[in-house]
């Protein structure tokens, strides 16, 4: 695990003390509580909502957006009608999996950096194993609401550990104590994302309000944090 130096996003004063707090937390692990875990995502939030390579990150809202109209589309269909209505002759018969589908719709966007599209496809990748999501036709019993939720919170994971894996093994030097708090760290966010009645995302078949929608989901999501 890990990214190369080239993709990570630039140092800011909110990468710098998400840093912090978690080399603090590694300090005192022995003491590991909720507020260590807190301080971080907090720091990490920041980023979030604040750096050019956070989530607020026009980018991200248009892959967000990308990703939604595509379940919002096979919700009012299915599958096949999507796969035939929206792709030409080329992308339809390269279609062999969800996988596949969601690939050809972030990889033929030049509008993401190879940096974005590799936490975005991590984060696809992550929710179709969640969600037991194995055939193309497995999309046409996809829950939205659940669907998106899981990728927002894989695409937040993504984005730490792409971020900050590096970081916590060269504080650790222990791979149980990495892999542990990188734990914590999912298992928090995914509380706050996955409560009950904490979000509900009620998806609109239209592109051309998708990607408003998409601003306004992530901050929902960025305000439970």
Known sequence: ?????????????????TKLNITNSIKHSGEKNQESLIKIVNSFKNSLA???????????????SAISGIIAAISSSSVGGYVNSQLNDNDRYSIQSPQDLF?????????LTEFEKSNVL?????TLENLKIDELEDLNLVN???????????????LFISSY???????????????SLCLDI????????????????????????MDEYARN????VLSLL
Not at 187 to 207: C, D, K, P, S, V
């Open 186 to 209: 999912k298992q928090y966010i995914e509380g706050r994302i996955m409560a009950e009645n904490a979000i509900t995302i009620e998806l609109i078949n239209n592109q051309s309000k």
């Open 1 to 17: 695990m890990g990214t190369s130096k080239s993709y990570l996003p630039k140092v800011t004063k909110n990468t710098t003390q």
């Open 144 to 158: 939205c609401d659940l669907f998106i939720k899981t990728f927002l919170l894989n695409l937040i994971y993504s």
């Open 217 to 220: 989901v992530i901050d929902e």
């Open 165 to 179: 894996y590096e970081h916590i093994n060269s504080k650790t030097n222990n791979p149980k104590e990495t892999q």
């Open 122 to 126: 991590d984060a696809v990748s992550l």
């Open 50 to 64: 604040e750096d050019p390579s956070g989530l607020k990150n026009g980018n991200y809202a248009s892959a967000i």
């Open 103 to 111: 690939n050809n719709a972030i990889r033929n966007n030049d509008y």
